[in-house]
Each structure stands twice: as C-alpha cells, then as structure tokens.
C-alpha cells in the first residue's frame, strides 16, 4: 500500500488538496472552494469527506495531514489566530476537529510558510542550508529556512516578509501600515503603480482601455516593448530589493526564492533587483546569494503535506 | 588547576583581553592598544605574550580562544576578509597564526556576534531560543541567535542589521550607501542629527557650544529637560524603531537586546521604540518581544571566550 500525506492549501476562495508521497510526488489533488460564509467547521467537514473517499478508492496509508492557511496560525496549537480573509474562522482550532475527523497526526501553518517550504523542497535539490522565500501574490508573505529547517520564530509568526517597511510614510498597504513591501510588490501595489505611472503621462501605452489590469497583463505589454509596462516593473523591482537587500544583509541566505503568480514576470522582476543587489557594498553575501523565480502552483499543498511528516519525525 | 578560555575583543584602537570560565566568569582582564599600523602579526605576538604570561603566572589550563574583531570575518577558516577599520590587516589568518603561537583551539568571529552571544550569555539567564541583538557605537551592527545558537548564514556575514536601509536615499552611511540604519543609530549619525536639531532653530540648548558632541552629552541633555537633546532621542529611536519592527517580523524572536555605548541613553532611547512597536498592527509578535538594553563593556571579550568554548563543544 502507498504511503502518503496529505496537503491542504486554504485560501480566501478555493483550497487545493492534494496527496503527496514522502519524496514529493503529486498522486492525487482536488480544488474546492473554500466558501468561508460557511465557517471552518463546513471546511473541515467536506475535506475530511474528500480525504475518506480518497482512501477507500485507492488504498493509500495516510502519514497525516498538512493545513497550510492563509493567516496567522499557532502552529503548536494548531489555531488560526487571525484571518482577515477568512471572516468569522479566527480562533479554530483545526488540529483538533481534524484529527477528531481523520484520526491523523495534523500540523496547521501559516500558507506563506507551507510554500515556501514546498518550493524549498521542489525547486533547491540540493537542499541548501539557508533560505528566504518570498511569496508574491495578492499580498506578499515569506518563510525562512535556517539550518535546513522551517524557522518559525518564538510566536510562530516569523517570516513576514511583505510587512516589513522599505518606505518610511509611502504607500498605503492592507495591513493599515504605510510603506510596506507589500504596498508595492504585492498585485494590488503593482496595479496602483500601473495606474500611476499612466497617469503620470498622456502617452499611448497597451495598459490603457477596458481591460482590468493585473500583473499578468502588465508582464505581456512589458514582452512587448510597452514603456509604462516596463516602468512599473523597473519600480517594483526597485523597491522589492530593497527589501531583498535587507533579508540578504541580515540572514546571508544562500538563496532567495521569488514564489506565487508575480514571480511569472521573471526576468521583468529579476533585472532591476540584480541590478540592484550587484551594487550592494558587501561583495561576499550579495556576490554569492542565489535568486531563483520559480513559481509552483501546487507549491503550498506540497509543502504542508511534507511539512506535516517533518513534525511528525521529528516527534518520533 | 582551573579551567577557562581566552576571549579577544579587538576593536580598531584598543583590545580586551580576558580569562573566562565556561561558567562566564572573568578570572583576569587586560586592555592593550591594537596598533593597527604595526600590522597583524605583531597583534598576534602581543597577545599570545600575554596569555603566555597568564598561563604561568596562574597555572589556568586554557581550553580555547576566541577572537572577535571588527570586519567581516570566514569564520570557518579564521580569516578576516575586509576590516575597513584595521587598514592593511585584510586577509590575514587569524586561526592560523594564533593555533600556532599558542596551541589552543582558536575560533574568529565578528565583533558584533561575539558581543551579542557576550550579552545573550551574561543578560539573558533563560537563554531564550530566538534573540536579536543590535550593537550600538560608532557603527551598529548586530547578531542572530536562532534556536539557541549563533547564526552566521551562509558566508559567515549574518547579522549586518546596521546596513539594512531604513530610509531610501536617505543619509550617507560609512559603508558609501544611503539611508542605512547606522546612518541615523550609530553614534556619527545620532551626531549627525544633533547638528541639524541646532541648525534648524536658534533656540538655546545644552548642545551649543564648544564641547564636542556625543551619545552620552546627548543623554545628560536630555535627562536636563534640554529640548534638542530630546527631539535628537526621538528621532533616532523612530529610525531604529523602523529597522527593529522589521527585524521582528522577519524574525519573531523573543527579546530584541540593544547593546554598545549608545544603549546606556537608556529610556530616551527606547521609549520611542516601544511607542512604535505598540502601533504596529500585528498583535501577537509585537506584543510579546522583549526590548532590553544592557551596556556590558566586557560582554565583547566574554561572548568571544564563550564561542570558542561553544565551537570546541560542537566538534567533539
């Protein structure tokens, strides 16, 4: 019988499920939305049901089960402590209604931890001993591998990368703050800068017109020779590392992997942030860090299934 | 006979020389000026007279030494790579020369990683797992302690929390960039800020006049009601509580440990800092770190000893 964990990767409108084996291979996976109206306890209900069904058609022997959890979650208790896109799921205790339900060990994470350690795992064979991951989507999040572990700091909370100021006073950002990084790589701050940087000229530009805008389209016009496409990435990438440059500075990471949707624009991202970093006054920990943009869409179920057989070794 | 380790704090003027039990106490200290222009070698054969001459005359049995000096250090090979600080000492084999004249067991660290274990060592009794340190004097600079250990990174140069940018394009740093932390908290930047508080008014303060301006003139103004020496505290501590909100974010750690001279302006200093920390939105991490400032002037020599002791544990 096939050994597997499993992994959920809940979001604010649909969650993946997947099972994943030990060495990382996808052998089964779902999406359902998350319908949050409906409260965790409707969510922790229809997973436990996809889960059994999963089991009875194929035989799997389940290891456990990984919840990786857009919020900030207490990963000892197994708690999502505050969610604000999951409204009324603050305070769940989801290790303990799905181990009630499946009568497996559970492990709860933060969603930018589970990520970033799925592309840990899936991207760095090597496994190197130090990593920043940055997670680039709506919002901007992170983890941190030290000594080739998820660290995951006194309250569980480390790793919040997108929050951390590199504007003093600049641009609003969800979590109320100014300045934050999120505020200018995250999709809604790249959108705002698209926004102004047309309105900061008449100029024809493929952005402008009827269609929405989004990072997606942005990175097209760029390919294409757009001038204010390439502006806003060359912004974004400008205050993205400063950021870097400070994650570089303080961890001496060997690598900095670019996660999520953003991390598509590839080498529009790249370029102004090597740029950057290759002017950086400590030649060592800049001339040797990895940048790596390799965005896995199944990167967050992969890694909180893998997360959940780490915990679970390491309790054995 | 009894057992301790030799801790070196080489500074750009003067060294510490101490003989530290593995219990921390320390048995004998001596001061010597560094030199730097007699060249390294020469530092090498003072110290290694000296501890020669504490061996006799104390029949200790030594276990270790360690050496912490400002620059940036392989500490696995015991080279300083670059000491902007220590002209013409760049590259030189520190571990080497030492193991030689004196054989012992040598390990090289940066100056501020060996102040920081010195302080997490002698201040912290708990030994919490996650700490962040921050060394205030001319420079800052700064170490990590991650799960109980020292955190060097990936090329030995963690912990450069001095040259994190707070303020892009702000003001120049000795490192040649702009708007790093040491710009606004080491002790040539607080300077900095004093001149322009006076600049920007012509009313009458403690700081006029012909005595130079420092840290501990600033604190005794301040203790005086002096307003510029106020507004000078508020300033810097709003600009080093940029760069600590980050590094709790990033790093959830249990205690933040401010240390160096310019800790020892006590409340001026930290009371803005705990200001900013109380607005910042995300509850759990920042209602729960500890902000402690602890001058140990010693804690350089001490966290120097302690590391090669930790280094010689680790191997065995």
Aim: positive net charge; contains cysteine; proline residues 4%.
């Amino acid at each position: 019988m096939i050994e597997a964990a499993i992994g959920v990767d809940a979001g604010g409108t649909y969650a993946k499920i997947a099972a994943v084996t030990p060495a990382g291979r996808i052998l089964r996976q779902e999406r359902l939305p998350t319908r949050p109206e409906l409260g965790p306890g409707s969510f922790v209900r229809r997973i436990s049901e996809l889960v059994a069904a999963w089991r009875r058609a194929d035989g799997m022997r389940l290891l456990g089960l990984g919840l990786g959890i857009a919020g900030e979650v207490d990963s000892e208790k197994g708690r999502l402590r505050f969610a604000p896109n999951l409204k009324g799921w603050d305070g769940y205790g989801f290790k303990a209604a799905l181990t009630r339900s499946l009568r497996l060990r559970v492990s709860v994470e933060n969603d930018a931890n589970a990520a970033v350690w799925g592309g840990y795992v899936a991207e760095l064979k090597r496994r190197p001993r130090s990593v920043v991951g940055v997670t680039l989507g709506t919002g901007v999040g992170g983890g941190l591998v030290v000594e080739g572990r998820l660290y995951r700091g006194f309250t569980g909370s480390a790793g919040e990368i997108g929050h951390m100021v590199v504007e003093p006073g600049g641009e609003l950002c969800h979590c109320g703050s100014r300045g934050c990084l999120e505020a200018y790589a995250g999709s809604y701050g790249i959108v705002r800068a698209a926004r102004r940087v047309l309105s900061e000229s008449a100029r024809a530009s493929r952005l402008r017109g009827g269609k929405s805008i989004d990072p997606e389209r942005i990175a097209q016009a760029a390919d294409r020779g757009d001038w204010a496409a390439r502006e806003v990435w060359s912004r974004t990438g400008r205050r993205l590392a400063v950021g870097l440059s400070n994650l570089v500075l303080l961890l001496n990471p060997e690598a900095v992997l670019l996660l999520g949707g953003v991390s598509r624009a590839g080498h529009w991202l790249l370029d102004p942030i090597r740029a950057h970093l290759r002017r950086q006054p400590f030649a060592v920990p800049f001339g040797r860090v990895r940048l790596i943009a390799a965005d896995n869409p199944d990167g967050g179920c992969l890694g909180a299934a893998l997360l959940a057989l780490e915990d679970g070794a390491r309790r054995r």
